[in-house]
């Protein structure tokens, strides 16, 4: 990911239940549409956020989301940020790859935002817990 | 939030006012599983006009509620998923089998006249 400066609208929302969870989307459209996005940009970050909150509820609560807006030099963006202290993902990589599954389906809600976002970012480690970045960037 | 689920003749009609928690949806697809055998409904309609996200835990709940109803002896159409719901949806990977969808209440009302007849 490019470095870029973040701040001024940093917004962290807990997630301990499923009403966190609509919280966390509703804060992320309502964030989406002040930094400009339009059209399907906003739903589809918070169907990301969405997916990646209740990851966090399901698997691994509980846990924060910090919505914050970022900029590079070419663009302005949304960064999403979530964080759980819960039991980790042994292996990230097979994970994303959909070669490891689960029953519940993480690694699917993890591909899905993957495909939503523009930049997409997984740090896991085994009982150390799970912080994914992901970004979109205005068009 | 609760969904009220009205009757209208062999038919009930489910209409989400409001953003749903994971029980409330639970309980929207008990409700209407209930409710089908006990007025012998052909038909349940579930309107998501005002869903702005579908997540994989509605769109599973949804699938698992139609799958109900269908064992309970009707069809299950779901009505007004919006344009960019649908688009996520896609990217998301999630899909709601064979579950008839209508754009509006009275395509879905049609829909299942021919379909019961």
């Known amino acids: 990911m490019n470095a870029s400066s973040t701040h001024l609208t940093e917004q962290c929302i807990p997630i301990m239940s499923d009403i966190d969870v ?18 399907v940009d906003p739903t589809l970050i918070a169907s990301a956020v969405s997916e990646i909150a209740r990851n966090i509820v399901e698997y691994a609560g509980p846990g924060e989301i910090i919505l914050s807006v970022v900029w590079n030099h070419l663009s302005m963006g ?36 993957q495909r939503l976002m523009d930049e997409f970012r997984v740090e896991s480690s085994l009982g150390q817990g799970t912080t994914i970045t992901m970004r979109k960037w205005l068009p | 939030m609760r969904v009220p689920i009205l009757k209208q003749g062999d038919y009930v009609i489910a209409s989400i006012q409001s953003a749903l928690t994971d029980d ?22 579930v309107d998501v006009t005002v869903l702005d996200v579908m997540d994989s835990f509605a769109t ?24 960019e719901v649908a688009f996520a949806m896609v990217q ?10 209508a754009l509006d209440l009275e395509e879905a009302l049609e829909l299942l006249r021919n379909e019961c007849k």
């Open chain 2, 92 to 101: 998301l990977g999630l899909d709601l089998g064979d579950i008839a969808t």
């Open chain 2, 24 to 45: 409330d949806l639970l309980q929207l697809r008990d409700g209407l599983a209930a409710h089908v055998g006990r007025y012998r409904s052909k038909g349940v309609i």
């Open chain 2, 60 to 83: 599973r709940t949804v699938r698992d509620l139609a799958q109900m109803v269908r064992l309970r002896g009707a069809k299950t159409v779901i009505v007004g998923i919006q344009p």
């Open chain 1, 22 to 39: 609509i919280e966390a989307r509703g804060a992320a459209r309502a964030l989406a549409t002040r930094v400009g996005f339009t059209g």
């Open chain 1, 78 to 113: 949304l960064q999403v940020v979530a964080r759980d202290q819960g039991p980790g993902i042994a292996d990230v990589s097979s994970v994303m790859r959909g070669v490891r599954t689960t029953s519940r389906g993480l690694g699917r809600g993890l591909r899905g935002s």
